[in-house]
C-alpha cells in the first residue's frame, strides 16, 4: 500500500527546493506567495494527487511565467526515475529516433529539407546531424522543419549551427547557471567533420510545438541574421531543468539555468521565437519554399551569381 503525502507537506517541500535551487530567487518567493495563499484558502485537496500537480503546475507557472517548471505525477512509483534512469531513457528513446533526424529530402528548385524532432546531446547525435548536412551540401537554400523539435543539447544546437557560419568566430549564446552564475559562452566551432553551409538562404520552420532546444537553434540564427524564421510563435520554454524528487510519485522540474543571448541580451522564455514570416504552421513549409524559389530564381538572373555556384559546387 503507497503512503499518501498530505497538500501541506508537499507545499511546504515544493517551496524548499524553489527557494534553495530556482534561477529567479524573486520569482520563487512570488510563487511561495501564491501557493500558500492558494492553500489557505482552501484550493487545494487535501491530499497530493494527480489533480493536484496540475493546480500546483497552473499556479506555479502563472506566478513565474516559467513553462519548464512543473510538477509531474508518476501512477507508480516505480516510474520515478533518478537522473540517470532519466537521460538512460532519453538516450535510448533519441536513437530509436535516428537522433532527431527525421526526414532529409530534395525539394524543386534543389531547394534542401531538413526536418528534426530533436537536437540530442553531441556525442550520440553529431554523426547523424553530419550526415545529414552532407546531403544538403549542394543545395541552393535550405529548410529547417523545427515545427516538431521538442528539445535539445546546447553543445548539439552549437555543433548544429555552426555549418552555417564560415568559422569559430561567431558567439551564439550563454547559458547562466544559477541566479548570478557562473555563464557558459557557445561559439561555433572552427573544425567541422563536414562542408559548411554558407552563401545561401536558410529558412527555419516553426510553430507551438517548438520547444526548448529547438527554440534556441531559432533563437540563435534569428538574432544573428542567419536564417528566416517562417510559421508561428513557438512553445517560449528557454530554461534548462534539473529532476527533482519532492516526493513518492512526484517529481519537480526545476529550472536551474537561462539562456542570453549576446545580440539581444535576453532569451524566449514565455514569448516565444517570433517569426519573421507569420503563417500557419501547416503551412510554413510551402511558404518557405515558395520564399526560397523566389531567391534562387532572383540569384541565377545574374551570370556572375551562376558562375559562383558552379565554382562552389
Known amino acids: ?13 515544493l517551496i524548499e527546493r524553489l527557494l534553495d535551487g530556482y534561477i529567479f530567487p524573486e520569482r520563487a518567493a512570488v510563487a511561495a506567495r501564491v ?7 482552501g484550493a487545494y485537496p487535501a491530499a497530493a494527487r494527480p489533480e493536484l500537480c496540475k493546480q500546483l503546475t497552473a499556479d506555479l507557472q502563472r506566478a513565474t511565467d516559467d513553462k519548464h517548471l512543473r510538477l509531474i505525477w508518476h501512477e507508480s512509483s516505480a516510474d520515478s526515475q533518478d537522473d540517470s534512469q532519466l537521460i538512460g531513457a532519453l538516450r535510448e528513446r533519441f536513437r530509436l529516433e535516428n537522433h532527431g533526424v527525421r526526414r532529409v529530402d530534395l525539394m524543386s528548385g534543389n531547394v534542401g529539407l531538413l526536418e528534426l524532432t530533436a537536437i540530442p546531446e553531441l556525442a550520440a547525435a553529431a554523426p547523424t546531424l553530419t550526415a545529414a548536412m552532407l546531403l544538403v551540401q549542394h543545395t541552393e537554400a535550405l529548410i529547417i522543419d523545427l515545427r516538431p523539435t521538442l528539445g535539445g543539447s546546447p553543445d548539439a544546437v552549437t555543433f548544429l549551427s555552426s555549418f552555417l557560419f564560415p568559422d569559430g568566430e561567431t558567439r551564439l549564446s550563454d547559458i547562466v547557471e544559477g541566479p548570478d552564475g557562473p555563464a557558459r559562452q557557445f561559439w561555433t566551432a572552427d573544425y567541422l567533420p563536414g562542408p559548411r553551409y554558407l552563401g545561401r538562404p536558410v529558412y527555419a520552420l516553426t510553430g507551438p510545438k ?9 533563437y540563435d540564427l534569428q538574432a544573428l541574421g542567419r536564417a528566416t524564421i517562417v510559421g508561428e510563435p513557438t512553445g517560449g520554454g528557454a530554461h534548462p531543468s534539473q529532476v527533482v524528487c519532492l516526493a513518492e510519485h512526484i517529481e519537480l522540474f526545476l529550472p536551474t539555468a537561462r539562456p542570453v543571448s549576446p545580440i539581444t541580451g535576453g532569451n524566449w522564455e514565455g514569448v516565444g521565437v517570433q517569426p519573421d514570416i507569420r503563417v500557419p504552421a501547416a503551412d510554413a513549409l510551402a511558404v518557405a519554399h515558395r520564399e526560397a524559389l523566389d531567391v534562387i530564381e532572383n540569384k541565377f538572373s545574374n551570370p556572375g551569381d551562376r558562375s559562383e555556384t558552379k565554382a562552389r559546387a
Do not use: C, N, P, Y
Open 35 to 41: 501557493l500558500w495563499k492558494q492553500h489557505r484558502a
Open 210 to 218: 517548438t520547444f526548448s532546444g529547438g527554440e534556441s537553434f531559432a
Open 1 to 13: 500500500m503507497t503512503a499518501t503525502i498530505q497538500t501541506r507537506a508537499l507545499i511546504d517541500v
